[in-house]
């Protein structure tokens, strides 16, 4: 069975500082891994996808992960914060195998400080 | 192309009421889905269509119903709304049937609240 666990519900930054959201995963096939964001009041829009061509994995808006399948890691960094990037993050994994299933991770919201 | 479109916005039901909401996409994607997004849940899959005529249950689809008549369309039924069903539905589509290696695209959104 899979499943995702953001490790923190809420991470606040001053801009300019790195951001880091942890996430976990747990998958009983060879996983696709997503970062979503969403803003405020807005749909979901894809961050990053990780399918197993290349372990570090870029991004929009400057943003990356890391693929740790020994840690059954996906966190995901950006170097300097932008006030823009304050909103709710969401890890997801979708199931192996040519599988019709995601499941979300809880979300982080990120505050991003003046 | 509009990408995922979804109507209503916004929603008051009162309980035991039914509805349908809306949900239609104009890239001509096989995979589509709803998901409802509560407060510290995420997102969680209600129902599926991996393409015309075929259908099958996520997560939570209790008190749901769903069809895929078209590529285009999947709206989805609420027969007898209750206070539990408040949430904001989100339905998504995808350009293949597999979610393996593919993202979702999502529509705006639909705030529903059952009194």
């Known amino acids: 069975a899979q499943s995702v666990t953001q490790l923190d519900s809420h991470v606040s930054v001053s801009e300019g500082t790195p951001v880091l959201l942890r996430c976990n995963y747990s998958?009983?096939?060879?996983?696709?891994l997503f970062w979503y964001v969403q803003h405020p009041n807005k749909g979901l829009q894809l961050l990053l996808k990780?399918?197993?061509?290349?372990?570090l994995v870029k991004g929009i808006n400057g943003f990356e992960a890391e693929f740790k399948k020994s840690e059954t890691s996906f966190h995901l960094t950006k170097p300097s914060a932008h006030m823009s990037d304050a909103a709710e993050y969401f890890c997801?994994?979708?199931?192996?195998?040519?599988?019709?299933?995601?499941?979300f991770g809880a979300g982080t919201r990120l505050f991003v400080k003046a | 192309n509009a990408g995922v479109t979804q109507t209503p916005k916004f929603q008051v039901l009162k309980t035991g009421q039914s509805m349908t909401l809306q949900c239609a996409q104009d890239?001509?994607?096989?995979?589509m889905s709803w998901y409802r997004q509560d407060p510290g849940m995420g997102l969680r899959l209600i129902h599926y269509?991996?393409?015309?005529?075929?259908?099958d249950q996520g997560e939570v689809p209790n008190g749901y119903n769903v069809s895929r008549s078209t590529t285009e369309d999947f709206p989805l039924r609420l027969l007898s709304a209750a206070p539990s069903q408040t949430s904001v539905y989100f339905c998504?589509?995808?350009?293949?049937?597999?979610?393996?290696?593919?993202?979702?695209?999502f529509g705006p959104g639909t705030r529903l609240t059952v009194l």
């Open positions: 998504a589509s995808s350009p293949y049937r597999g979610l393996l290696n593919n993202e979702q695209f």
């Open positions: 990780y399918t197993s061509a290349a372990t």
């Open positions: 269509s991996v393409g015309a005529g075929i259908t």
């Open positions: 998958s009983s096939y060879s996983p696709s």
């Open positions: 890239m001509n994607h096989e995979y």
């Open positions: 997801v994994v979708s199931e192996g195998t040519g599988g019709f299933k995601t499941i």
